[in-house]
Nanobody, 125 residues
Framework: QVQLVESGGGLVQAGASLRLSCAAS????????VAWFRQAPGKEREFVAA????????SYADSVKGRFTIFRDNAKNTMYLEMNGLKPEDTAVYYC??????????????????WGQGTQVTVSS
């Protein structure tokens, strides 16, 4: 089972870009489907994006489609979330997640077995 560690969060102004990274331990990372979720204060954790291991197909929440991109570099055991055109409503703790089911993606938190500790993203207006 892999372990995940996020980095790259911070405080930015609206309209700015930010790239989050999620480093994974373990030699089987390439076979893991990965995802990003986020949780704002007082709100439920919500799906952001996912990337299937086998097909590299992606899925996005409507709120981030066209602005965020999920991708991975299996040689570096790392997944990323490129965020452009950030808005104040994107402010949240962002979590990376993974499961060992390489086919298809899930937008439900229960579909992922392994989670990182989270990284804070704050977008000021």
């Amino acid at each position: 089972q892999v372990q995940l560690v996020e980095s790259g969060g911070g405080l930015v102004q609206a309209g700015a870009s930010l790239r989050l990274s999620c480093a994974a331990s373990g030699r089987t990372f390439a076979s893991y489907t990965v995802a990003w979720f986020r949780q704002a204060p007082g709100k439920e954790r919500e799906f952001v994006a996912a990337l299937a291991a086998a097909s590299w197909s992606t899925s996005y929440a409507d709120s981030v489609k066209g602005r965020f991109t999920i991708f991975r570099d299996n040689a570096k055991n790392t997944m990323y979330l490129e965020m452009n055109g950030l808005k104040p409503e994107d402010t949240a703790v962002y979590y990376c997640a993974a499961n060992d089911r390489p086919y298809g993606t899930s937008s439900h938190a229960a579909g992922y077995d392994t989670w990182g500790q989270g990284t804070q993203v704050t977008v000021s207006s």
